[in-house]
């Protein structure tokens, strides 16, 4: 008992850490010298991870001027064929980290420090850390020249704020960078799962449902949904999961959902809100997704449910999302997509659980089939 008080604290500590550095107010530089259009956002779905900052265009060329956002001084170069290629990091004395990798070159004591580095160790890749203060940087000062080195398919910036303690990967779109943003995510389809206790997905019971956008907003045909009553085991319950694609201003790139909202009869049942991403945690990206879906299709759908095992911070109100159902009952559902410049979307639609009788016993799952996260396996 004494260890779960300890690691709750722990945690609630953590995500204070997160949430704080959002209460205070930055003035930054932007890290480029042109209007700023993202190609891709903060906490968009890839594979086996989420993406732990944003893409800026560089309007399809290298080269470009690359500004320290803020005075600090360079903590880490690291040179590589993959990932992130050239990179820097530097340390601000607000706390914050920034990071600006693909770079197709860095500039002055930068490139001096990193061209020595590779003579010392006789090798084209390195991974350099620097001491406080050994080669400080100014507020706008040019640092590097934008690039497509690494693991990157096109010319751009990618650009992360951390928590320099931490660590943990801060939604950057919220510190004060201009970044035109005037799109309504869309809604495009959803999904009802029936689920155990634990939030896992019971095998053969899901239902896919296609959401049309009309004049008034989003809806279901029909605006309702029936399910049979035996959807679902008695004492277990429902999940949903919706596909959801946003737009940013002058950019066609898709970028993905930053927050959502689950309402059932005016009770908000679950929420999500992408601000800050742990590293040792981005895997659960696999979690919070449809996995088999992306794995075949390459479709996003967003839960808006968590098996007991998933750590991410993205969910505020830390609840499980998992809805009981009973025969004969209908429910009023409301769910709300918005971006972090709360622009929002919504649907609305009823859910009818058919008459009749609802299992009394919930599946087992064998494991000559399947892996269970709080079970050992041993062949």
């Not at 959801?244 to 309402?263: E, K, Q």
């Not at 209908?330 to 639609?349: A, C, G």
Request: proline share 5%; aromatic share 14%; glycine share 8%.
């Amino acid at each position: 008992m004494g260890l779960r008080i300890c690691l709750l604290v722990f945690l609630i500590f953590k995500l204070m850490g997160c949430w704080s550095q959002q209460e205070k107010h930055y003035n930054f530089t932007p890290p480029l010298e042109i209007p700023l259009r993202l190609a891709a956002n903060f906490g968009d779905i890839r594979a086996n991870h989420f993406h732990m900052g944003v893409d800026f265009k560089t309007n399809g060329i290298e080269g470009l001027r690359i500004i320290a956002i803020d005075t600090g001084f360079v903590s880490r170069i690291k040179v590589s064929p993959y990932g992130y290629g050239k990179v820097i990091y530097i340390d601000h004395p607000n706390g914050l980290t920034s990071v600006y990798a693909h770079c197709s070159a860095f500039i002055g004591l930068i490139d001096s420090a990193c061209v020595k580095q590779q003579f010392q160790e006789q090798h084209f890749e390195i991974d350099h850390l620097f001491k406080s203060g050994e080669i400080p940087v100014k507020k706008g000062e040019v640092i590097a020249l934008s690039g497509n080195t690494g693991t990157s398919s096109a010319p751009h910036l990618h650009f992360e704020i951390r928590d320099t303690k931490t660590e943990f990967a801060l939604n950057p779109l919220h510190y004060g960078f201009n970044i035109a943003d005037h799109q309504t995510p869309e809604i495009k389809s959803l999904k009802i799962y029936a689920l155990t206790k634990q939030g896992y997905q019971i095998p053969g019971s899901v239902k896919n449902i296609a959401v049309f956008k009309g004049k008034y907003g989003y809806y279901v045909g029909g605006d309702k949904i029936d399910l049979p009553a035996t959807f679902c085991p008695a004492g277990s319950g429902i999940g949903f999961a919706f596909e959801v694609t946003d737009f940013m201003d002058g950019a066609s790139n898709v970028c993905g959902l930053y927050g959502s909202r689950l309402i059932i009869d005016a009770d908000t049942l679950f929420t999500q809100k992408t601000d800050c991403i742990s590293f040792d945690h981005t895997r659960y990206v696999n979690n919070h997704t449809d996995y088999a879906e992306y794995s075949t299709s390459k479709r996003k759908f967003h839960k808006t449910f968590k098996t007991v095992h998933n750590p991410l911070f993205i969910y505020p109100n830390n609840a499980t999302g998992i809805f009981k159902i009973s025969p004969g009952n209908s429910y009023k559902i409301n769910y709300q997509v918005f971006d972090t410049e709360e622009n929002y979307s919504s649907l609305n639609f009823t859910l009818n659980v058919l008459p009749g009788v609802q299992p009394s016993v919930s599946p087992s799952f064998s494991y000559e089939k399947y892996f269970l996260p709080d079970s050992s396996y041993l062949f």
